[in-house]
């Protein structure tokens, strides 16, 4: 059972210190087994400081995600081998990701966040911004998938002929 | 004096160095997707089309080998037919160009391998000619296929084979086999147990298919959909009904039949054109009666014990 007022406080990467309650802690499933190792009763107020190697601006994005969804479901349901839509992203999450300043800097922003959600082990934010990289993907052009994910083209113009032969066997 | 002034200066330094040090903007490292975790790569490639894979592989050498590297996801739909034109569907992405040549084939599985290391279909539709190219163009094409369910469409004995063939790449799929022929009964009998079996002979020369053999095939198959039986009595449509009651997975069993056919049995058990719903006799009851403008298109909704029976027009 989790106290919605227990608070739990995170230190981040950059130094900084953030306290946050349980409520948003327990869909973070490093958090969780953090608390659980140290073995303190789920009472004991205040707990000892979590560490996480994320950073304070990307732990405040987190933060802001997980009190917007400190209600979803537990445990967060399994993949199951369906076909992925990624088009059921909710309103709130979209615009969240969208409000990420200059174009570059949301995509940065982006894998701070993909990072940090992996290593708090938040399968909801996971999830989300997989979809929201998937769409930003999906039928865009070559030189567009280059522009979103900031690749360089490293391929000789022989090697892009021959992978658009080899293309060639579908209908674009 | 000179001292203390060498030791002052020694701190100012110290100092500034401290000072530059605190307050040089931190660069920040520029994140690569290629630095993500891959089990989130993996994850991605999976919401991804199959002609947007393609065009993932022109961006550069790490989403080549990525895209080479992963498996393709789920796509509900697929499709392949060798008639007139050869046609097949990766969810809604169409391969062209194939023509079976034994050079073909090695340079399809090539390209195949460069684009996704498994791929699995919810369901998968095969219209085979029976061609032995196609057979062994399929069996190596579909290797790193899952299917969940497959359906096949046999019009002759040749296509039938190439089915029974290619279905034993698949031995965890659920399987519907539409036949448009009557291969005979000795044939029917040794098909494997079925989720759907149709049997829709579509020659001029119909073949009856004999209410023993009708139930033979009921006990073995999970769905049917038949034409061509023989009239079932009144006594044969309520063993039916009760077969399918008693069941504890849901099944169903569609019979094509003559309208008077139909119409007789609903007599023998007491039900009268001006029936309506909720009108009972014996176990069946009427559960809607729905009158379309034309009456041809009438249905009747029947229900005896767990059964559910529809009656209208095909």
């Known amino acids: ?172 | 004096c000179t001292f203390r002034s060498n030791v002052n200066y020694f701190y100012c330094l110290i100092f500034s160095f401290n000072f530059l040090f605190i307050n040089l903007p931190v660069n920040p490292t520029k994140m690569d997707i290629l630095k993500l975790p891959d089990v989130f790569l993996r994850d991605l490639l999976k919401y991804i089309e199959i002609k947007d894979r393609m065009r993932l592989r022109l961006t550069c050498r790490a989403f080549e080998e990525l895209v080479a590297d992963t498996h393709a996801g789920y796509f509900n739909l697929g499709f392949f037919s060798r008639d007139m034109n050869t046609s097949i569907f990766m969810g809604t992405t169409r391969m062209i160009e194939i023509d079976f040549s034994d050079e073909q084939l090695e340079e399809l599985i090539d390209r195949r391998q460069r684009l996704y290391t498994g791929i699995t279909f919810g369901n998968f539709q095969f219209m085979l000619d029976g061609k032995p190219s196609t057979m062994e163009f399929l069996r190596e094409f579909t290797k790193k296929w899952k299917i969940e369910n497959i359906s096949f469409v046999a019009h002759n004995e040749q296509q039938l084979e190439s089915s029974l063939q290619l279905l034993s790449n698949f031995p965890g799929s659920e399987v519907s086999l539409a036949l448009c022929f009557h291969p005979g009964t000795e044939k029917l009998l040794s098909l494997q147990p079925m989720d759907i079996l149709q049997l829709y002979p579509t020659n001029d020369v119909p073949r009856q298919i004999s209410v023993d053999f009708f139930f033979t095939l009921l006990s073995k198959h999970k769905n049917l959909i038949l034409k061509n039986l023989s009239m079932l009595t009144s006594a044969d449509w309520k063993r039916v009904s009760l077969i399918i009651s008693e069941e504890a997975r849901e099944r169903s069993v569609i019979l094509l039949f003559d309208e008077t056919d139909v119409q007789t049995w609903l007599n023998e058990y007491g039900f009268t054109a001006s029936a309506q719903a909720g009108d009972t006799h014996g176990e069946f009851e009427i559960i809607k009666m729905l009158e379309a403008p034309d009456e041809n298109d009438d249905e009747i909704e029947l229900r005896y014990r767990k059964c559910k029976i529809m009656i209208g027009q095909s």
């Open chain 1, 1 to 172: 059972r989790i106290y919605p007022l227990m608070r739990v406080t995170l230190t981040t990467s950059d130094g900084a210190s953030v306290t946050v309650s349980r409520q948003l802690t327990k869909h973070s499933g490093f958090i969780e087994k953090a608390i659980t190792d140290m073995a303190v009763d789920d009472n004991a107020v205040p707990l000892s400081a979590v560490a996480v190697d994320v950073d304070d601006a990307t732990l405040k994005l987190v933060i802001e995600w997980l009190t917007e969804h400190r209600d979803d479901a537990l445990p967060y349901p399994e993949k199951t081998d369906e076909e992925r839509r990624a088009d059921d992203i909710p309103a709130w999450d979209q615009a969240f990701v969208q409000k990420w300043d200059t174009k570059e800097d949301q995509q940065q922003t982006l894998y701070a966040v993909i990072t940090a959600a992996d290593k708090l082990d938040i399968k909801g934010l996971l999830d989300m911004t997989c979809k929201t990289l998937a769409n930003k993907i999906n039928g865009k052009t070559v030189e567009e998938m280059r522009e979103i994910l900031q690749l360089e083209c490293d391929f000789t113009e022989e090697e892009l002929a021959e992978i658009r032969k080899e293309n060639a066997w579908c209908e674009n």
